[in-house]
């Protein structure tokens, strides 16, 4: 008797075993719905705060990718687990995704290493976390679009890390900003003068200076009498956040100065503007590398902004060109007001024009740098732009535009030579209009004055503060109208105080105007005779109209609130839809293995169907091919002749079922009981369907013709938990295989079937495939058929729809059964389907046969 105690001992460990096997890759299969459930409720958070119910800041954007990051890294490394490590190119197409995730975030990516100096033949977009967007974007006009683009290079983030760390620079850094208070005027200038101080002492490395000498050299021998510009092309700067003017630029640099001028761009990160501008959209510092630009100077005749889409009045169809005599930079700094031109997109004929008086211009100096000469007194009423001009810029911006497939504010200037060359292209933040639906009689205000041009719509109210520089910064009250002569650095940093903003001199190209528009200050330019107003007056700023009324009229600035969306177009709304792009369609929807492909997956979703289907599969695969069954589980006891072997792997089964079986009502299976209900509705069939002599003939020729093979699949089984089953149906001559969970968690929740063979020949086990696809798709289900096999599948539904889906399924089961002997034709085919329908309560469609 002992040889029989230790067989049985021995079939209790192995039965042990491989029941804790199959526990484990179970733990592993809900891990990957865990995490797959996880992902999907923050993409759907991200698609509702996308359509503009919610406030949201970048901190709240940064989060959810982390989260997403996290869930998706577990998601793939927990199937790669289940799997065996077979779908290690899904990581790969993750962090492809990922990468391009990380383009569209103001410095999300880590530096990667590249050459110091980079030429701007060698350049496009694609390069813009190595070299910053400015850079990207004129390698990209210049190589991929054939557009004039000044000869130069780029000096990359790689070359800037370098600096940073062999200076110790970056903790340092990031331990001043950490003490700063972004409301304090006082400690944005204080602690920017510590950083910008501790950049210019710092040594440039030999290896670095050595490289930007070199490329100078490269560039004067290509330009010999050419003068140098430096420009900021920061990791983040002109994308969707603009950071206009907010970085310094550096005109006709000495080539013996270069050096000091590549320190003091890098140190222009760390302005109080800068600091501000990057601290209130909650971007981290130490993400925004500082790439610099360095091109031939033009010796600019003319030059201005073109906005291919006027940026307050989206409806007009229109291009808004703005320019001044001499260098561009007297323009968007709002030192003056500009021409303006607006020409129509479809034929680029001048719609209408404003010619300002342009007094001064701003000129290259003999020896290095800028100077300040006047124009003529007969010329500063002319035009600064010939028609011929005008539509050739035109022509130049809507080809961009065309490219980039979104409009574009776009600088550009044309040399002494007449040349035209494309200096800077970035994305132009719209203002889509809404007709205002709360009309106000501004009959009952007092007006004070008009004119100027609408910077940015709105209203705004409060007492008149009047700032000539950036000292006078620090003392303006919450809520006041700031008053100004001209724009000046610094104005960013009291945008989120201020209720409205009114110039004597600017434009809708000004720096100030794009931050403006972005802070969504209401802001007019150009309004003439401000010294009318005293520090301390009532006022409300209608910029909307161009008008200043007398004292605070709340009505006027709540009608004016809706008149255009509010997050339509601003920049953190704009990267959170372009990020949505990446993350939340669903591309990936047939399971072939043509398409079904890690590299198909287009977005992070994509990967969470291709992962959450491949696990199912796993788990099909796995746990079909165990043998020795009859040591596993214990048998369902029922009024259906069905050997039943269940196997539950979420509690101890012998305490159950001490007997060895356990009884329909004992079934402790969400899913197995919602089947097993629809199977006990129809009940064992007490004949089999009507039979011909072909079909008899077919079933007799299938018995002899089939090998019995060996193995669990021959029997019938089901793995279960509360809220999961797998379950191996052996009907006659063919198999079943159905997979269900049904929890609370609607993204967790899904049915699958594998439905194949039959006892009758192959057309009637391919009749009965066609009739089962017909019924389970009316009822709800995906299904795919090749032949006589059949796969099924449904998901992301509610545990309730979960369960009735599984207690029809049960029911066709058993009206299904050995039915491919009764499919002789086509006809009986479809009799049996709308038999079935009418069983399960559903009427035929519509031009059906009833």
């Not at 490219?403 to 550009?412: A, K, L």
């Not at 105080?497 to 809708?508: D, P």
């Amino acid at each position: 008797m002992n040889w029989l105690k230790s067989l049985f001992l021995s079939r209790r460990r192995f039965s042990d075993e491989l029941i804790k096997s199959i526990q484990e890759k179970f733990e592993h299969f809900l891990k990957i719905l865990d995490c797959n459930y996880r992902v999907l409720k923050i993409i759907s958070d991200m698609e509702e705060k996308s359509q503009g119910e919610y406030l949201f800041d970048m901190s709240y954007i940064q989060n959810s990718r982390t989260e997403i990051n996290e869930g998706m890294e577990q998601l793939i490394a927990e199937l790669n687990i289940l799997s065996g490590d077979r779908y290690r190119a899904l990581r790969d197409r993750y962090r492809e995704i990922n990468h391009e995730l990380d383009m569209l975030m103001a410095g999300g990516a880590a530096i990667e290493k590249d050459d110091y100096v980079v030429p701007f033949d060698m350049l496009g977009r694609e390069r813009a976390f190595s070299v910053g967007s400015k850079n990207a974007q004129l390698g990209e006009l210049k190589t991929n679009l054939g557009l004039p683009v000044p000869d130069g290079f780029a000096i990359s983030a790689w070359a800037y890390k370098r600096f940073v760390e062999a200076n110790y620079l970056q903790e340092k850094i990031t331990d001043k900003l950490s003490r700063i208070d972004i409301k304090s005027y006082s400690d944005l200038v204080a602690i920017g003068n510590e950083i910008r101080a501790m950049v210019m002492a710092s040594e440039i490395p030999s290896d670095l200076s050595d490289a930007i000498a070199a490329a100078f050299v490269e560039l004067k021998k290509r330009n010999p009498s050419a003068k140098i510009a430096m420009r900021s092309s920061a990791i983040g700067e002109d994308t969707l956040f603009s950071f206009a003017g907010q970085y310094q630029s550096l005109l006709n640099v000495p080539p013996e100065k270069a050096l000091d001028g590549y320190r003091s761009i890098i140190a222009s990160k760390f302005t109080p503007q800068a600091i501000y501008y990057y601290l209130s959209h909650s971007l981290a510092e130490s993400n925004l590398a500082m790439s610099v630009g360095c091109t031939v100077m033009i010796d600019a005749a003319a030059a201005g902004v073109i906005y291919t889409r006027d940026p307050v009045n989206s409806e007009s169809d229109t291009i808004l060109v703005s320019s001044i005599f001499g260098l561009g930079k007297y323009l968007v700094d709002g030192t003056l007001t500009p021409d303006t031109f607006l020409l129509s997109r479809n034929d680029g004929r001048i719609v209408r024009s404003q010619i300002s008086t342009k007094a001064v211009c701003l000129r290259m100096s003999p020896d290095g740098g800028t100077v300040e000469e006047p124009v003529p007194a007969e010329r500063q009423n002319l035009p600064s732009l010939q028609d011929a001009q005008l539509k050739r810029i035109a022509e130049y911006a809507l080809k961009i535009e065309n490219h980039y497939r979104t409009p574009q504010d776009i600088e550009w200037a044309i040399g002494t030579n007449g040349q035209i060359y494309i200096l800077q292209s970035r994305p132009l933040q719209i203002l889509r209009s809404k007709p205002t639906t709360r009309p106000v009689d501004i009959n009952l205000f007092r007006q004070l004055a008009s004119g100027g041009m609408t910077v940015c719509p709105g209203a705004g109210a409060g007492p008149v503060y009047k700032a000539s520089s950036a000292s006078d910064l620090a003392a303006v009250p919450d809520g006041s109208v700031l008053m100004a002569a001209h724009p000046f650095p610094g104005l960013i940093t009291i945008m989120e105080k201020v209720s409205a903003i009114v110039t004597s001199v600017g434009s809708l190209a000004s720096h100030m105007a794009t931050l403006a528009r972005e802070y969504r200050v209401p802001t007019i330019a150009g309004m003439q005779n401000l010294e009318r107003f005293g520090n301390g007056d009532l006022v409300t700023v209608d910029a909307t109209e161009c008008v200043i009324y007398a004292d605070i009229q709340n009505d006027l600035v709540e009608a004016r609130k809706p008149e255009f969306d509010f997050f339509e177009d601003i920049g953190i709304f704009l990267i959170l839809r372009q990020m949505l792009d990446r993350i939340a369609p669903l591309n990936l929807i047939g399971r072939g293995d043509t398409v079904f492909k890690p590299e198909n997956c287009r977005t992070l979703h994509d990967i969470t169907r291709f992962a959450h289907q491949k696990a199912m599969e796993e788990m099909f695969s796995r746990i079909l091919r165990i043998d020795n069954q009859n040591y596993l589980g214990v048998t369902l006891k029922s009024k259906i002749p069905l050997k039943l072997t269940i196997i539950y792997i979420d509690r101890d089964i012998s305490q159950m079922a001490p007997k060895g079986f356990i009884t329909e009502e004992q079934i402790d299976s969400a899913p197995m009981r919602s089947f097993w209900a629809g199977v006990m509705k129809v009940g064992w069939p007490s004949a089999p369907p009507p039979v011909d002599f072909k079909g008899f003939a077919g079933v007799l020729g299938t018995t002899l013709s089939r090998s019995e093979e060996a193995g669990f699949s021959e029997n019938s089984f089901a793995i279960l938990s509360r809220n999961y089953m797998l379950l191996s149906l052996r009907m006659g001559f063919h198999f079943s295989t159905i997979e269900a969970m049904c929890s609370e968690e609607i993204s967790k929740n899904y049915i699958r079937m594998h439905f194949k063979d039959g006892g009758a020949s192959l057309d009637r086990r391919i009749r009965r495939i066609r009739l089962i696809t017909e019924v389970l798709s009316r009822v709800g289900f995906e299904c795919h058929s090749r032949a006589d096999f059949l796969d099924t599948v449904v998901s992301y539904l509610d545990c309730d729809m979960i369960a009735s889906l599984l207690y029809q399924l049960g029911r066709v089961t058993i009206l299904t059964k050995q039915l491919d002997m009764a499919l002789s034709s086509d006809e009986v085919t479809l009799w049996y389907t709308h038999d079935i329908l009418k069983k399960l309560g559903i009427e035929p469609q519509s031009g059906e046969t009833k």
